[in-house]
């Protein structure tokens, strides 16, 4: 088991395509027991392979429900539904939250780590994470999800902040 360090925004692997697992072996089980451990150290509520420099397609997500983590490899969204505004966060963007509507409901088919074919859906946190670690996946981060004002707002923000400068409200 080891804890990896996580990717921040900025970091050119969060943008690299991500390529899809052939076969689930030793090395894949080791990556994906790291990357809940990482997940749950950071804390967070889902962690993507990119996000610790892997570019493979593995996500794990913990819900908060009574599941606890769980693993999708090569995750594909299948149904989107509803609305919900919610605010989010992201391990890559520590330390920031902005309200972010996207569809309320998903649903999600992928492999676990027995090779079997499995589906995720719901609504709530569930929905939120299984949209968010995909669109990790998809090179996408919440960031450009932001309508344009709010979004040159934040990045104007997170480049003071790379450049350490203080940032006054
Ligand atoms: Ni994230």
Redesign the pocket.
């Known amino acids: 088991m080891a804890l990896y360090p996580i990717r921040t925004f900025g970091d050119p692997v969060l943008r690299l395509e991500t390529k899809p697992v052939t076969e689930i072996d030793d090395v894949v089980r080791a990556l994906v027991q790291d990357m809940i451990e990482t997940m749950y150290e950071a804390p967070g509520v ?1 962690l ?1 392979a990119n ?1 610790i420099g892997v570019t493979r397609r593995i996500a794990v997500f913990d819900a908060q429900d009574e599941l606890g983590p769980r693993v999708m490899i090569n995750p594909e969204i299948i149904e989107l539904g509803g609305e919900w505004m919610y605010e989010e966060g ?4 520590p330390g920031h939250w902005w309200e972010i509507t996207r569809p309320g409901f998903a649903r999600v088919k992928a492999i676990d780590l027995d090779g079997n074919d499995v589906e995720y859906a719901g609504d709530g946190l569930l929905g939120r994470v299984l949209q ?2 995909v669109d ?1 996946l998809d090179q996408k ?2 960031i450009d999800r932001l309508d344009k004002p709010i979004r040159k707002k934040a990045l104007r923000d997170l480049r003071d902040e790379a450049l350490g400068l203080a940032t006054f409200e």
Do not use: D, F, I, M
């Open positions: 889902g993507a996000q992201c391990l890559s963007v968010h670690e990790h981060l919440l």
